[in-house]
């Protein structure tokens, strides 16, 4: 129950700071963690890539969707196939046009015809409220992407996309909680190597 109580008060505590910045402070540090990412050899050696469409001042991703797009990547978003199991499908997206509000007033793919499975993803670039300097994340609380990174093959990468006030030292975690490989702020590209590759 303790370490229940702290995820929420953690939740709540950097829900608050991000809820804080301006819009033009919330664009320009996006389009420097987007610039960062797109610099790694994860992003560039990656064929698939999973992005996610921000909510509630997430670092945004639309930068990294056009490039991907560009360069002939395949681009996919998360839609929530079943909710009472908590299972997320990605789906294969070519334009905005492509995506429409979903579950929990999320941005969602509107065809599930284009999905790809898990272990045919390169790249997760995933979403989270905070993250700790071990690759452990912090999430909304109801476990899909800890679910689905526990699929994905190995050789792919997870990378957390965060504002560098989100990262912390250390962050209660459980055995089923996800680890990044790499997580990318406005600042800094920290890098894990769980999987290996």
Do not use: W
């Not at 199991?85 to 579950?103: M, Q």
């Not at 093959?153 to 962050?171: H, I």
């Amino acid at each position: 129950m303790k370490e229940s109580q702290d995820k929420s008060a953690l939740r709540s505590e950097f829900l608050g700071k991000r809820t804080d910045l301006t819009e033009a402070d919330l664009a320009a540090r996006s389009r420097a963690i987007q610039k960062r990412l797109m610099a790694t050899s994860e992003f560039k050696k990656a064929g698939t890539i999973a992005l996610y469409h921000p909510i509630r001042k997430e670092a945004d991703t639309g930068d990294l969707f056009k490039h991907a797009s560009e360069t002939g990547r395949v681009v996919l978003f998360p839609m929530v196939s079943d909710r009472e199991k908590r299972r997320l499908v990605f789906c294969r997206v070519e334009s905005e046009s492509d995506l429409r509000p979903g579950n929990f007033g999320i941005m969602e793919p509107c065809d599930e015809g284009k999905t790809f499975g898990v272990e045919t993803i390169d790249l997760f670039v995933v979403p989270g409220l905070a993250f700790d300097l071990k690759g452990r994340r912090l999430g909304y609380g109801h476990g899909y992407y800890d679910r689905v990174l526990g699929k994905r093959r190995k050789g792919s990468t997870a990378a957390g996309l965060a504002f560098d006030f989100q990262v912390t030292d250390r962050l209660p975690a459980n055995d089923d909680d996800a680890i990044m490989d790499l997580v990318i702020t406005e600042k800094r590209t920290i890098t894990f190597n769980r999987q290996g590759a």
